[in-house]
């Protein structure tokens, strides 16, 4: 699996834009970039993923650069209950399910 | 939620026992994955079972055990139970196949304390 670095810590103000950037430079062709979050002692959260194409669903956006070495997950309009740390995953597609390996993340404070 | 359920919620056990803890996976899913979170840290793969058989283990010794039932249900069995095991584990559940809809839908962990 490709490994994939984030910054530890970003400060966002409620109802502004968040903006967390994940580097994944030895990424494949084959490989998805896929989105978590976890609020604090609850089960990791799906937020969204994508494989060369920029993605948007309810919670979010993806933006996947061009050579696909890097990525940013977009949360327009930040709230409180955004605080969290998220995580940027790279994995293949396989027959049966696949693993996913986690990096530290980025703990995203939200501030009032 | 997710629908994936996880119990016990909290469970406090000493060095050497042996522990189970179960799973149960969301609706119309057949893989289940198991992961260890460490306090201040990201989750790590245990394994994964489909159709009742393991599919891919990470880096963790022999006894960690589990099992998938007919219905897709799961338990992680640990025996001789270690300090270091101390952690939230976390049980995900998803669809097999190629699809690129099968992300993985964690349950809410059950939080084991070795004393």
């Known amino acids: 699996d490709a490994k994939t670095t984030q910054p530890p810590s970003m400060d966002c103000a409620e109802g502004r834009a968040a903006n967390l950037p994940c580097n994944h430079s030895t990424i494949s062709g084959n490989e998805y970039v896929y989105w978590y979050r976890q609020i604090h002692s609850q089960g990791p959260q799906y937020i969204i993923h994508g494989l060369k194409n920029n993605e948007t669903n309810e919670m979010a956006s993806l933006i996947i650069t061009e050579d696909r070495k890097s990525s940013t997950l977009i949360l327009p309009h930040a709230t409180l209950r955004d605080t969290a740390v998220y995580y940027c995953i790279v994995r293949v597609l396989g027959e049966y399910g696949n693993k996913l390996v986690f990096g530290a993340g980025t703990i995203l404070r939200v501030k009032s | 939620e997710t629908g994936v359920t996880q119990s016990p919620t909290h469970l406090i056990k000493t060095r050497g026992q042996q522990v189970t803890l179960r799973c149960s996976s969301q609706s119309g899913h057949n893989t289940v994955s198991w992961y260890q979170q460490a306090l201040g840290q990201g989750p790590q793969f245990i394994f994964q079972?489909?159709?009742?058989?393991?599919?891919g283990r990470g880096n963790f010794p022999p006894r960690f055990s589990g099992l998938q039932f007919p219905n897709y249900s799961s338990e992680l069995n640990v025996n001789a139970l270690e300090l270091d095991d101390s952690a939230l584990y976390l049980c995900?559940?998803?669809?097999?196949?190629?699809?690129?809809?099968?992300?993985?839908?964690f349950g809410p962990g059950t939080r084991l304390t070795v004393l």
């Open positions: 079972y489909y159709r009742e058989e393991e599919n």
């Open positions: 995900a559940s998803s669809r097999s196949g190629r699809a690129a809809y099968n992300e993985q839908f």
